[in-house]
């Protein structure tokens, strides 16, 4: 990290608000409900209305699976966006970065009702989502919608759900449409791994279990590029150390019921067949290194054209993407993303 992003990093981490807004009885699309859901926050910035009292410049990032809104303070993202005179600046933009249900500091089941915690699903999320937007933060309108992963899918439902409360959408390493596939099978192999350890207990252990570490295995192998994986294993022993380290860290940071949670929300997840719905503007984002969203599956060049006024980006491979994780890497796809959001301010207020 440079000195200048490391007091930029230092300087939003201590600016904005963060707090928790707390939705009494949330009922789940399951049928459960929650007598007190938490929605941990953190916002940049401060949002400016116009005359008519309609919020202009909040913008909703989301994370994902495993993530929390704290993420996007990462130098990677925030030291490419929110700085002075850059695309989301934060003496501009009023910036939103919750923690999604599940996860960070929101309410989930690690919290202390294990596998008796609500089945929620990315409807759920989402419906959050909105309540903490409108209901929490007062604000009644978007100017953007953009997510990475798990959040980048939930960016898609925004738009299907709520066309008009957003000017645009940025989805950022996903597909607009239901999991399947090779995307499906890793995560059911994940969520196997933890439900048939005898050490899980029906979620009810004292120490987590051993299935854990091999669900991890599985999340990492997905996450991962391998040009990256080189760089950082370039011998035997070196990628033998760095992948211990790596889930020997995970393994301590991850409680089982939560990661199963989060990765079995996706189970209801399928935008397609609603994309007509989509008014905003959509900047959707992919890279050719992707092992979770495989751009020679066809799908994006399939289904984007049913998105009016939408536009697809795939980068290539290099020694800037990422695999997955070029989501959060700003800097390789900053190039487009900030013409897109210039077209936002200059079109009419809706």
Known sequence: ?????????AALAAQ???ASFVVN??????????PRLRLHYRTLGHPRRDPAGVVRNAVLILHGTGGSGGQFLSPLFASELYGSG???DTTAYYVIL??????????????GLHARFPHYAYADMVAAQYRLVVEGLRVNHLRLVMGTSMGCMHSWLWAERYPDFMDGVVPLACLPTQIAGRNRMWRRMLIDDIRTDPDWKGGEYT???RGLRAALQLLFTAGSAPLVQQRVGPTRDSADAYITNWLDTRFAQTDANDLLYQVDASRDYDPSGALDRVRAPVLAINSADDFINPPELGVMERLIPKVQGARYVL??????????GTHTAAAVWKEYFTPFLTGLEQRPAL
């Open 1 to 9: 990290m440079t000195p200048a992003s490391f007091l930029l990093v």
């Open 16 to 18: 904005g608000d963060t």
């Open 25 to 34: 009885d949330f009922r789940f699309a399951s049928g459960e409900t929650l």
């Open 86 to 88: 850059q695309p989301l």
């Open 98 to 111: 919750p923690d999604n249900i599940g996860h960070g500091r929101s309410s989930k089941p690690s919290d």
């Open 207 to 209: 120490t987590q279990p």
């Open 315 to 324: 980068i290539p491979t290099s020694d800037r993407t990422r695999g997955h």
